[in-house]
Every structure is written in C-alpha cells, then in structure tokens.
C-alpha cells in the first residue's frame, strides 16, 4: 500500500508536503535534489538561501549540513521535538533531531550501537549540536523515576565539563579546550539509563597563559563573580579577576556574551545534580582557588641567584586549601630534586626555573582535577543493570564532540593536537563515507564510476607515522639524552619530513614562502587548510614534567581530591610516563575503533563568519569550509551512489513484515527473500541493484518518484518499525504468558510426581508392616486394602442368590465380609420373595415340602425338581359325572391317573385319585372304589429307588377300610407331597430301602420287595410278593440332564 501510494499516485506526496511549510521549502532540503550538484556555486547559493531564511539544516543524503546561526531560533521547542519523534526523515524539514530520532530508532530496531558525530571547526556549533541531541532525547524517550534522575545527570554534567573545560577563544567564546566522546545508554525499552564520557587532552597551557583576547576556562570567572563572599573568603579570594596573574594575560576577563554569575548559579545546581557533597565542591573549589593563588606566587633571587618566594599570603592559602604543609610547598617551589646514582640530590631553582615549576604545578593540578572530575561524573552516570549485573543488556548511542579545527596568529602544541584530531575524524568519515562506499560497490560486482576525492590519510601519515611522523620525531627529541630543544626538533623535522608535500618550514621553502615564516615555526597542510606552528614550547609540553618534589608534596595534600590524582606509585615508578602527544595519539586511535564499531551519522557543522555575528553570510569562508570538509565529493558520491543500501540480512529482517511471502519468516537464501520482497513492493530493476550481499537503490529514481521529500523506504522502515514494535510485545507478551504456564504446568507435575513418590514410599512401608497393629507406618496400606476390598465388591456384588461368588477379604475385614454376605444373602432374598406370585409361593412351598421328604432320599427326586407341579393332573371334564355328583359337596384339590395293585394278584388297575379337602378318594370310572378319610391314613411308603409305586397306609380298625392301597403315579414326588400336605402327613412318609410291608385286610400282610434293574418291571413274583424293579437310577439322572 505504501508503496503504490509513493510510486503510484501523488496523494502521499502531497500529504508530505502539506507538512512543510512554504519557507521550509526555501532552496532544496537534500542537496541530493540540486540540479546543478557539481556546481560550488550552486551549493553554497543554496546554503546562503537557506541561511538567510533561518533555515541552518540542509541534508546531503542522510549527513546533516548545520550552519550556525549565532541567535536563538525557535526550532528547538518541544513541540519541535514531538514533531520529529518516530517521523520519517524526509517528512519534516531537515533537523538534527531528525538525525538523533533516526538513529535511535536504528539503535532500537537493529540493536545495533550507533554514533553521532559532529565535526566542524572551531565555533561551528558543535557543542550546542551535542547538547540539543542530549536533550531530544530527554525529552522523547521513554522515562520512569530512574530514567529521569539518569537524564538530569546526563543533561547537568555539560554545565560543569563546559565550565572546567570550555574557555573564550577568539574563535569561539565557548571553546570546547577538551575532546569529549559521551555514550548515552539504552535499555531494551528505549529509556536512556546511563552513561559514560571520555575525555581528551585538556588544553592545560591555557591555565597559566592565554594569547590577548582570550580567556583562562570558565570556572575561574564563575567562581570569583558568583560565589557568595563567605565563600570567597574562606578560599581566600577577591571579586576582581584582575587582581589574578593567571586571568589577566589575555586582557578580556569579561566577556559580553556571557554571563558569569548566571553560569556559576547553573554549575552549583548542576554539581548538586551529579551527586557532589558539600565537601566535595569545597575540595574542587579550594583546588580552582588554590591554582589561582599558584598564579600569584611571585619569587625573588636571592644572591646566589637562587629564588625565593615573597608571597608568603599565597603560600599560606594554598597551605591550606590544598591541605600540605606550608614550608614544605614554598620549599618544594623553589628546589628540585634529582635522583643521581640512588642519591637524593637537591637542588635550588633560579627565577625561570621556579616559575617554570609553579606553572608546571598549576597545570597538573588543574589538569589531573579535570580528569577526576569526569570520572566522578561517570560514576554518577554508570549504569547499574540490577537485573543481570555483568550483561550488556544496554545499546549504545555515542556522541563526539572534540574541538574544531583551529587556526590563530600564533599556533602551539595544542593547536597542533587539535587539528590532528580533526584529521583523523575527517579521515574516518572519508573512510566511512567516501571510500568504503565506492569500494562496496567494487567488491558488490555493481558497475561504478569513482568519485574522486580529497584522501587525507597522507597527513594523518604525516603527523602519526612510525618513526618518520612528527609525533615520532617530537618524542624522540623529548627522550633523547643530550641537549635537546625545540629548536634540534625542528631540524630533525626538516631532515626527516623534508620531501613531504604537505609539510614546510623555513629552510624548506621557496623564496616567496619563506616571508611568510620564521625560523622557529612549520607549517602543515591540513585538509581544512594551512597552519603554521611555532616549535616553541612543544618538548616542554611533550614531556608535560613536573618536578618530583612538587609531586611528592601533593601526594601527601589532604585535600581528598589532589590526594586521589597524585598517586605514591608515580614516584616510585621508574618508567618514563609516555609524552602528550603519544598519549593523545593512542586514545584518538582508540576512539577511532570505538567510533568504527557503531553505525554513524553525521553532523557536519559550517561556521558563517569569523565574527561570531547572526545573519552574515561570509561566502569565502564558507566556501573554504564546503572544500576542505568535503561536501561537494560528498554529494557527489551520493548522487553517483545509490540512495539506499541494506545488507540482505538486515534488509529483510526488518521489511519482511511487507510481504505476507516473507513474513514472518524467508526459509531460503537471503537473496532470494529479498528478490521476492522488492518484487512484492513493486519496484522495476532498473530501480535498484542486487549486490553479492547488499541491495541498492538507485536515487535519482525514486527521488523522481517521490518529488522532492518522500522516501518510500522511510515509510517502509516506519510501517515495519510499528509492525516490529507490535510484534516485539506480542512476543515478549506470549513468552511471558507461556513461560508463567508452563511454570505452573511444571509445578503440578512435580507437586504430583512428588505425591506419588509418597503414596508408593508408604504403600511399600504399609506392605512391610501390614501384620502389625494398626500404626503410622501401616495405616495408609490398611485403609487403602479395606477401602480397595469395599470397591470391589461393591462393582461385584452378587447378583442372585445362586451366584455364591464373593471376594476374599483382607484379615482385618473377615467379620465385616461375613455380616456383609449375610446381609447381601438376605437382602436378595428379601427382594426375590417381595416380587414373589402366591400362584408361585403355592408351588413354592410344595416343592419345599417334597424337598424335605424326599431330597437325598429317594433316586428320581432330582428329576422331579425342575417340573413345576401342576393342580391338578385331570380335569373336571375327564372324571366321571357321577363321582362329581358324589363328591357335590366337597372340592377336588387334586385329581391324578394312576395304577392300583390288587392287593392279592397284584394285577395293576387304571384308576384316578381324588383328593378333597377332607379325603382320599380312589376312583375307578364312576365308581368310588375306596375312600380314606385323611384322619385314617396312617402313613405313606415308598421306596428310595426311582420307582413309582407307594402305598398308603390305612387305619385297620375301621372295618369298612380295605386296607393299604398299592399304588402308582407317573407324578409320584407330586401326587405324594399333594397327599402329604393335604392329610398333614408330611412327617409321615416312610422311605424304605428294600421292601415294605401293608397291610392287606383282617390281619393279613403284602410285601413289596423293591430292587433295581435294567428295565422297569412291577409283576408279581414267585414269593408272593410284588416285585417292583426300578431302572437303574443313573438312567433317570441322565434322562435329566438330558433335559
Ligand atoms: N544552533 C545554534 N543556535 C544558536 N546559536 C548557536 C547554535 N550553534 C552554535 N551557536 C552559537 O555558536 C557558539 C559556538 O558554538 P559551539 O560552542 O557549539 O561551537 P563548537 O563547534 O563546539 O566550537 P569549539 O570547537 O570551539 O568547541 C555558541 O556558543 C552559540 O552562541
Ligand atoms: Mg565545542
């Protein structure tokens, strides 16, 4: 969507544009977009355009160009600041805040440190640059109590570096004296959390001497115009800067342009700010007094020509405020010590030397004081992570804002540093601008027209080379034995460097050169222009000596401060401390690989006239300033180059979100993803170039797609940078949720594997003691066997009375079980007798009945059992008529076909037994043969076996009775339990093994003998008796079973 709206319609860019103002648009905001762009003229037309419309920001692609103004503008509100934060960067108008919100966001996007350089020369507004940054981010980025008290600190520590290191030059009247490289910590979420500073060579020469116009640093006049007299007297000091040797020498104490008194109020509040105690500004103040009171220690020769202090005051003040003793200090002031041969040797000083050493001491108490001073501040900034101490979790933002380039009528040591210094930044930023980028585009395989440009690597050479650069030759000279002088260096120079194009020097030039330098000076060919340096002084500066007694009175100062700066170890360290120039030299290089670890932007800062004046527009020095800073081979690089360069890798981790093919993840090569993605955003090929690893984008294109102030890859980083935002806190969000899940799932289960280790601990306890009494080891068993018993008879209860399966339970639980089973027993029962018919009761209890008569006692009783007995086996209509008649009164319970014996042949006769309520009725058709009353009916026989045949007993003292009747019944368990239960004979019936006896009539008695045979046979037999035979019982059980 971006994408076409850029590309595709003019809507985007008039919504841009909308944005700015018709003034913002006064020239071009990027040089990119001159049309003339090889054109001087037409640069700097454009700068003086812009210049005269306030307009100090231009752009070179993404190098910010800053004039200084010399007024106050109203572009740095904090609505100026809101209107910058998260915006594109063509969208406003130029600022350096967009330049300090862009790499922030880089910072915070790609996690990658960054870097902030701003160069220019002396007065070009390098330090305001510094400080506006410092406080966009104050103000946007994110905050919480700790943040705030961090930004304070970063903020105030300015006011007080500005007011020991800063001091009036004729360039400038707020000269940064001292490079400063300020790293400003972010945390994860943005927030500024900490920092740290370097400094570099402090211009300590400017405390005991300042050329006319020029002033010592800050603090001397601030404290002397703002402190409250207590303080001054307590210090010693007067109001009047005049009235201090080392304040007059440049005849200017008060300057117009800057207000003394208010800037002591700011520095006071801004020490309190950074964690100074009481004491400790009363240690820092008495050293600022004490190098004032140095300065006035006046000496006089004695007649030896030795000297001797006649400020006895001063001696005494500064006994005091830098806490030595008195005579010790005046005695250290004018002798020296020397060790020769292990033998301390002392030594007077004459006039020269003496004011040699006290300026020495001046300068190295001043010196060390700044340095402790910008450690104190680095502790009050150093970020403590409380989280994870010792991981860098924070990224890092460095500003660099070293003095500008300098040139003065009369050039020194420091002059020489300094401008070292901006040649090796002008070097890095060609190295990173200029050559690095024509050779990506070699080593990319992309087709490429060189730029050529101005290298200065050359002069760096010059200057920092081995053994033929001049630092090299300058140490040298400083180590050598021998009388070594200033001069000797410059000789050593000519012979060395002689040939060198950028160097010069009396004896080098050419007839019309040499008017214009002494014997005592050369001069260099910087990038930025020529300067001519004076030798005088520079081995002395070098060497930076003091003397070891002064050194040793300060080491026992207690003043805290002097104490901490003049180590013992210095005095018993033999080595020789590496001169100055070394020193800068090595921390510059070191600052170099700090700065080539970071992604840069820059600031490149022009100063529009010499006379620190607003709106006047000094084209030739201007001019002079786009050369030697190298803007225009700059430009001409980034119209040739391409506008935008990403390597794969970083391209597609953070435009992936543009395309749903790349989003969230490219499996493939990262060529490829990028392919898909570009194609995706609808770009043509001629539009951008695909290196071996970086893709480019070609300028003058998308600049013609865009008019003048879009850039669609802008937008994409906004829309991904939202998108990657979203996405960075959904996924923190999701991580958090999920780890406190999987936490609480890890808890359970360990809560749960730890239960079980328990239960299985005491199950296994419970096993061993399960045969003791009941105790704690054996409780938890018991219960759980009593508790598993009771569950499981319970899922395996009997269902019915005839299952007879049942648990076997624990030791402890065999009484239980038993009730239990009786209990279940009756409770079947119970159930089975309530659903019970009285049609089945009936059945029931004759079936108990024969069960006690004849189970167990007579062989085809078990066959009976499953038939069901019937009410009878003859229905009304199959007995005679007239027998019914007969039997009128008395119902028949039962009727049954069956066979009577005579009681004397034995021949077997059909007939049909009735029984009444009352009587046993023995019938043959519709005759009632013989009728037993229940009351004569004396018992019953049968036999054991699985015959049929049964006799009923008859009383015999009743005449009109036959006597015993021999029968037989098919149904014979049946027929018997009916007569049974009817007569109430139950404990009547006799079951005989063998033979039974009847009676026959008058007195008269039959025998059946019973046996057992193969086949069924009841027949009179040969005794006399009736023979019955059964079949073989087992016949009838299998006949049963059959069944
Ligand atoms: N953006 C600005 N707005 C208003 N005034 C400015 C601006 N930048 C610089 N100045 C003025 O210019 C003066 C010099 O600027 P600054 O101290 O930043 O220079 P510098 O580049 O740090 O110089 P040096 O190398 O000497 O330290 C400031 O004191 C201020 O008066
Ligand atoms: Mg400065």
């Not at 600041?81 to 805040?97: A, D, I, K, Q, T």
């Not at 008060?254 to 006071?268: A, E």
């Not at 001629?686 to 893709?695: A, N, Q, T």
């Amino acid at each position: 969507v971006v994408y076409q709206a850029a590309a595709g319609s003019d809507g985007i860019r008039l919504t841009m544009e909308s944005a700015l103002t018709a003034r913002d648009r006064v020239g071009v905001q990027d040089f990119v977009l001159l049309e003339n762009f090889t054109s001087e003229a037409a640069f700097i037309e454009n700068l003086r355009k812009r210049f005269k419309e306030n307009l100090i920001y231009t752009y070179i692609g993404s190098v910010l160009v800053s004039v200084n103004p010399y007024k106050e503008l109203e572009i740095y509100s904090k609505q100026h600041m809101e209107r910058y934060r998260g915006v594109s960067f063509y969208e406003v108008s130029p600022h350096l805040y967009a330049i300090a919100d862009n790499s922030y966001r880089s910072l915070r996007m790609e996690r990658k440190d960054q870097c902030i350089l701003i160069s220019g020369e002396s007065g070009a507004g390098k330090t305001e640059a510094t400080k506006k940054i410092l406080q966009y981010y104050a103000v946007t980025c994110p905050a919480s109590e700790q943040v705030e008290t961090v930004k304070d600190r970063l903020l105030q520590s300015n006011p007080v570096l500005e007011a020991f290191g800063n001091a009036k030059t004729l360039r400038n009247d707020n000269s940064s004296r001292f490079g400063k490289y300020m790293d400003v910590q972010f945390d994860y979420k943005g927030a500024p959390v900490g920092g740290h500073i370097l400094n570099y060579l402090l211009e300590k020469s400017r405390v005991v001497h300042q050329n006319h116009g020029e002033r010592n640093f800050h603090i001397f006049y601030q404290l002397l115009e703002g402190a409250e007299d207590e303080l001054l007297r307590r210090l010693g000091l007067e109001k009047n800067p005049q009235q201090y040797h080392y304040l007059v020498k440049g005849q200017c104490a008060r300057v117009s342009s800057i207000s003394d008194k208010n800037d002591w109020k700011i520095v006071r509040k801004a020490l309190s700010v950074i964690n100074f105690t009481d004491n400790e500004v009363e240690d820092l103040l008495s050293i600022v007094a004490s190098v004032l009171h140095l300065g006035n220690v006046q000496f006089a020769d004695d007649e030896q020509g030795n000297a001797q202090v006649t400020t006895e005051n001063q001696i005494k003040y500064l006994a005091r405020l830098l806490g030595v003793g008195g005579s010790l200090l005046r005695e250290a002031l004018t002798h020296k010590t020397i060790i020769a041969k292990g033998e301390e040797l002392v030594s007077p000083l004459n006039l020269e030397q003496a004011a040699y050493a006290r300026d020495a001491l001046a300068k190295a108490v001043y010196g060390r004081t700044f340095s402790w001073l910008v450690n104190k501040i680095n502790k009050s900034l150093a970020y403590k992570d409380a989280e994870c101490p010792g991981r860098r979790s924070a990224t890092v933002l460095g500003l660099l804002d070293i003095y500008g380039f300098e040139v003065f009528q009369h050039n020194s040591f420091e002059q020489f540093c300094i401008n070292y210094c901006n040649e090796k930044l002008q070097q890095l930023f060609i190295e990173l601008t200029l050559k690095s980028e024509q050779e990506e585009y070699e080593s990319e395989g992309i087709a490429w027209e060189p730029v050529q440009y101005f290298n200065n690597k050359i002069i760096c050479d010059l200057v920092e080379e081995k053994f033929k650069g001049i630092i090299s030759i300058l140490d040298e000279e400083c180590l050598r034995p021998g009388d070594a002088t200033d001069m000797t260096f410059l000789e050593k120079l000519e012979e060395t460097v002689k040939n060198h194009p950028h160097f010069l020097t009396h004896k080098l030039a050419d007839q019309k050169t040499r008017k214009s330098l002494d014997r005592e000076q050369f001069r260099l060919l910087h990038y930025a222009g020529e300067v001519t340096y004076s030798v005088t002084g520079f081995l002395d500066k070098n060497n930076d000596l003091l003397f070891r007694n002064l050194k040793e009175t300060m080491c026992n100062s207690e003043n805290p401060i002097i104490n901490h700066c003049f180590e013992r170890s210095e005095l018993t360290d033999k080595r020789r401390p590496e001169t100055a120039a070394t020193q800068f030299k090595n921390s510059l290089s070191k600052l170099m690989e700090i700065l080539m670890s970071k992604e840069p932007s820059y600031i490149r800062c022009i100063k529009p006239n010499d006379a620190k004046q607003a709106a006047r527009f000094d084209e030739v020095l201007i001019r002079h300033q786009v050369k030697y800073l190298g803007l225009m081979e700059n430009l001409r690089v980034r119209r040739a180059g391409f506008a935008y360069r990403r390597k794969y890798e970083i391209f597609l981790q953070r435009y992936k979100s543009l395309c749903s093919e790349t989003w969230p993840m490219w499996e493939g090569r990262q060529h490829d993803g990028v392919a898909v993605l570009v194609k995706h955003l609808g770009y043509k090929p001629e539009e951008y170039k695909m290196g071996r690893s970086v893709i480019s984008f070609f300028p003058n294109l998308w600049l013609s797609h865009l008019g003048v102030c879009g850039n669609v890859l802008d937008y994409m980083k906004l829309k991904s940078f939202l998108q990657y935002d979203t996405f960075w806190f959904l996924l923190s969000s999701a991580i958090t949720i999920q780890s406190w899940w999987r936490g609480t799932q890890g808890r359970r289960k360990a809560a749960k594997k730890k239960r079980a280790v328990e239960t299985i601990r005491r199950f296994i306890k419970g096993f061993i003691y399960r045969n003791y009494p009941r105790c704690s080891e054996n409780e938890y068993f018991l219960d759980y066997i009593r508790y598993s018993f009771l569950m499981n008879l319970k899922r395996n209860v009997p269902k019915n009375v005839l299952d007879k399966s049942w648990p076997t339970p624990p030791p402890s639980l065999c009484e239980v079980s038993q009730l239990l089973r009786q209990l279940c027993m009756q409770n079947m029962v119970w159930s089975y007798c309530k659903r019970i018919s009285p049609e089945w009761k009936q059945q029931l209890d004759q079936k108990v009945v024969a069960s006690e008569i004849f189970k167990d006692k007579k062989d085809n009783y078990p066959q009976s059992v499953p038939r069901l007995f019937i009410n009878t086996r003859l229905g009304t209509e199959e007995i005679n008529p007239k027998v019914l008649q007969i039997l009128k009164n008395e119902t028949i319970k039962y009727a049954v076909p069956v066979v009577k014996y005579d009681r004397k042949g034995y021949k077997p006769r059909a007939r049909h037994l009735l029984l009444t309520q009352s009587t046993i009725f023995v019938v043959e058709e519709a005759k009632i043969k013989q009728r037993i009353d229940y009351a004569n009916l004396t018992g019953i026989s049968v036999s054991s076996l699985s015959d049929s045949v049964f006799v009923l007993h008859v009383r015999c003292e009743d005449n009109k009775q036959k006597g015993d009747v021999v029968l037989q019944s098919d149904h014979v368990i049946e027929t018997l339990t009916k007569i049974a239960m009817s007569a109430d004979k139950v404990n009547n019936v006799n079951i005989s093994q063998g033979s039974i006896k009847f009676t026959i009539g008058q007195g008269k008695e039959g025998i059946i003998d019973f046996t057992s045979g193969s086949e069924l046979l009841i027949a009179k037999a040969k005794n006399g008796h009736l023979a019955v035979v059964s079949v073989f019982s087992v016949r009838g059980c299998r006949a049963w079973e059959g069944k």
